[in-house]
């Protein structure tokens, strides 16, 4: 059998040896990357071929790999690696491994154009100073050879683990079994539609409700459909740690119902950074912390031990194999993400401007199958992702203590602040948006970034500055590709506390890449309605499909009341306050139990809640604070399960009006004293103009379905299961409009079913995890 092996695979595993150095370095983003690669390719002229393909075997290994360029006349061979600054930044790990993938290469080239030699040149190209600095060698084709079946020698056996491992997999996912004798109502037609798209290689968003069980009713089927799409791994990634832990649940869940005495399906867990680190006030390389010191060369046996563990490669897994290997366990996760088949982690994951994941599709080809839990919360992270803020504070602070070589370079960005603050001399805390970025700020950053990056390659960890450094360089990423995705955004404080900030409105310029790279993507939530609204926003291809599930609740179960004598409008709050607490008094006596009570703002639900208790102190309440801890907020979660019911104040939006389940008596009752819709406030406007000219649908986009969404959300959390009865006030005149109406979950107003009542019986076939092909 013979087994292919990209040549960077091959290297990546067998040729990394020594530390672990994560030692800041400036690098080119992915975009100047591609651009420096194409400008050195385009100046080679007549002669010199590009992206010149290269194969072979090698003790059984079907190596593949393309060379950046090739000029068969000079018998040259180059390889590109683009930089920024100093070229003595890059590490020597770095070095070793690029010259070992260009040797590769040079091995694969004499032996496919039957050479004795070949000229080697390794193209440093700084792409901030359009500079190349060649590292040339000659070498004979049966060095290279040599060097190359030493790798190969390496990776074979892995390699060939590797495919047993693939085709034991498959053949588990193919006989997989659902862990219930019976689907719930209506998730069996979820578990249809997750196999059929993935299985055709499609984008859905589905909207699937709550009850469906959408955890194992995607899961189960994204699994089992790998076999038949043909695909390499699946990603199954959340917006929060609790539904990551779902996921790890229901994967343990799947195993323990399986008749198998081995379960060949590696699943990771992928946790941040600050969740992993064993060291947190050491830096990332071998001279600050043991975990990282000679890590390439005990990667191999943990990386080993992670591989044959049965179960899921948790956090606590991976932790204990880390210690016994003496290395960082949030590193041996990253290496990990090559080797497992199933990835659990957050959305950043796959999206942010460094994805790990979404690398590892690039480099390795793969054939990905993407889950998105809680999907409607991708606009807003993806908006973050692509935002970054800098602040004039922080750097005051670390030029009162900077070393004098650095003396220079941050007072020239101090002026340069200063000379922003008096072009926009208003101190008032209302920000100022630009229309353009301040050139003499942006270039005196790129100055300082040069100089502290300098210093830091040269001496010991300094964390002020590193993080000083780190938001600068964020900043200059995002000042690069400046454009109407995006606003720039100048506050003033008061003195020495201005800020810049770069705010990205429209995530789909970027993620559009992202989630193209895929071989199928499934986004999919309780409420993704209008299904154009995620589509335009998220970059999502023009033939992405949307679906809308039917709930598995009834009209019957939930009582929607409206209020038209109410307006929740700013100008009407103070009027509002008495008789949206003479309603909560009335539910409660009328029906006595946990409520959840939402609202704008703080403030307007403590206005509320002292009405309550001056006309009805009978009426129990307690409320949430701002900035709770995780202590608070599961003490406030435990109320519900007490006996004696309350209402529970809480800010729509926040932490206790999505994911979280309070079925049965824990909560009968909801009252949404908003229709969500964000301040009309400069900032949306100017998104709500963009949005406009970019889809025709400005304020709809800005205000209307952001805001609704989270009203359905939140309402939400009042019916999680068939057996479930409550109410749902919803108080505000304008929810009665048809407009709103509509884009409000259609079960709340549909008459009863009595079809989708009851869980079907898992038919035959199904029952043992049979989907339809």
Same mark, same amino acid.
Not at 29 to 36: N, Q, R, V
Not at 243 to 249: G, K, P, V, W
């Given at each position: 059998m013979t087994l292919t092996v990209a040549v960077r695979t091959l290297c990546e595993f067998a040729a990394r040896k020594g530390d672990l150095d994560f030692r800041y370095t400036p690098? /080119?983003?992915?975009?100047?990357? *591609?651009?420096?690669?194409?400008? *050195?390719?385009? $100046?080679r002229g007549y002669g010199y071929k590009s992206e010149y393909l290269l194969t072979g075997e090698c003790l059984g290994l079907r190596l593949t790999g393309r060379a950046d360029v090739y000029n068969p006349h000079r018998g040259r061979l180059e390889e590109i690696k683009t930089h920024r600054g100093d070229l003595s930044r890059i590490r020597q790990h770095q070095r070793a491994l690029h010259r070992a993938q260009l040797r590769a290469y040079g091995a694969l080239l004499c032996r496919q154009e039957d050479r004795n030699t070949v000229e080697l040149a390794l193209i440093y190209y700084d792409t901030g100073k359009d500079k190349e600095t060649p590292v040339v060698e000659t070498a004979g084709a049966d060095e290279l050879w040599q060097e190359l079946e030493g790798l190969c020698g390496q990776y074979r056996a892995w390699a060939e683990q590797e495919a047993h491992h693939r085709e034991q997999r498959d053949a588990l996912l193919l006989q997989l079994r659902f862990p219930f004798p019976?689907?719930? /109502?209506?998730?069996?037609q979820l578990a249809e539609t997750v196999y059929k798209n993935s299985v055709k290689s499609a984008t859905l968003l589905l909207e699937a409700p709550t009850g469906l069980g959408k955890t194992l009713g995607t899961l189960f089927p994204a699994l089992k459909a790998m076999p038949a799409a043909g695909q390499d791994r699946l990603f199954y990634l959340t917006c929060r740690n609790t539904?990551?832990?779902?996921?790890?649940?229901g994967v343990a869940r799947l195993q323990a119902a399986q008749a198998v005495s081995r379960w060949p399906l590696r699943t990771l867990e992928l946790v941040s950074k600050d969740d992993a680190?064993?060291?947190p006030d050491t830096a990332c390389h071998g001279d600050s912390c043991p975990l990282a010191k000679g890590f390439f060369d005990r990667l191999p046996d943990a990386r080993a031990e992670a591989a044959q563990t049965e179960g899921t490669l948790d956090q606590g897994a991976l932790a204990k194999i880390a210690t016994g290997h003496d290395i960082c366990p949030y590193f041996l996760a990253q290496e990990m993400a090559r080797w497992s088949d199933m990835v659990v982690g957050d959305v950043n994951r796959l999206l942010d401007q460094s994805a790990l994941l979404h690398g590892l599709i690039r480099q390795n080809n793969w054939k990905a199958s993407v889950l998105v839990d809680e999907a409607h919360n991708l606009v807003d992270r993806g908006r973050g992702m692509y935002s970054v803020r800098l602040d004039q504070q922080r750097l005051l602070r670390v030029k009162k203590t900077a070393p004098k070589a650095l003396k220079p370079a941050i007072d020239r960005t101090a002026r340069a602040w200063q000379s922003l603050i008096r072009d926009h001399p208003r101190d008032d805390n209302a920000p100022v948006f630009l229309d353009t970025l301040p050139a003499s700020l942006v270039g005196a950053l790129q100055a300082m970034v040069s100089g502290l990056s300098d210093y830091l390659a040269e001496h010991p960890p300094d964390l002020a500055l590193q993080d000083i450094l780190f938001e600068s360089v964020g900043f200059m990423k995002l000042a690069e590709v400046f454009g109407d995705h995006s606003l720039c955004e100048f506050t003033r404080r008061g003195r020495g506390r201005a800020s810049l900030t770069i705010q990205n409105l429209i995530p789909a310029d970027f993620l559009r890449d992202r989630f193209a790279a895929a071989h199928s993507v499934l986004l999919f939530s309780a409420t993704l309605s209008p299904g154009v609204y995620y589509r335009d926003l998220l970059g999502l291809p023009p033939d992405a499909r949307f679906t809308s599930l039917p709930s598995p609740f009834t009209a019957d179960q939930l009582h929607v009341q409206f209020t038209p004598g109410i307006s929740t409008r700013q100008a009407h709050r103070e009027a509002s306050l008495a008789p949206i607490a003479a309603l909560i008094a009335h539910q409660f006596r009328e029906r006595p139990g946990h409520y959840l009570a939402?609202?704008?703002?703080?403030?307007y639900a403590r206005q509320v809640s002292d009405a309550l208790a001056t006309a009805a102190p009978d009426v129990p309440q $307690?409320?949430?604070? /701002?900035?709770?801890?995780?202590?608070q907020r599961r003490e406030f979660l435990a109320g519900f399960r007490q006996p004696e019911g309350s209402v529970a104040f809480a800010v729509l939006g926040g932490v206790f009006s999505e994911g979280i389940d309070l079925p049965g008596e824990q909560l009968i009752g909801a009252f949404v004293a908003t229709l969500g819709l964000p301040p009309f406030d400069a900032w949306h406007e100017i998104l709500k103009a963009r949005l406009e000219q970019r889809f025709g649908a400005g304020y709809d986009y800005t205000y209307q379905i952001p805001g609704l969404q989270k009203v359905a959300q939140a309402a939400g959390r009042v019916i999680r299961t068939p057996e479930d009865r409550g109410v749902i006030w919803l108080i505000d005149d304008r929810f009665l409009r048809p407009a709103t109406r509509a884009l409000l979950p259609r079960w709340w107003f549909q008459p009863p079913d009595s079809s989708v009542r009851q869980g079907s019986p898992a038919p035959q076939g199904l029952g043992r995890g049979m989907l339809p092909q």
């Open positions: 690098a /080119p983003s992915a975009e100047e990357g *591609i651009a420096g690669h194409q400008a *050195i390719q385009s $100046r019976a689907f719930r /109502p209506r998730q069996r539904a990551r832990s779902l996921a790890m649940e680190c064993e060291h939402f609202f704008s703002s703080f403030q $307690r409320a949430q604070q /701002p900035g709770m801890s995780a202590q």
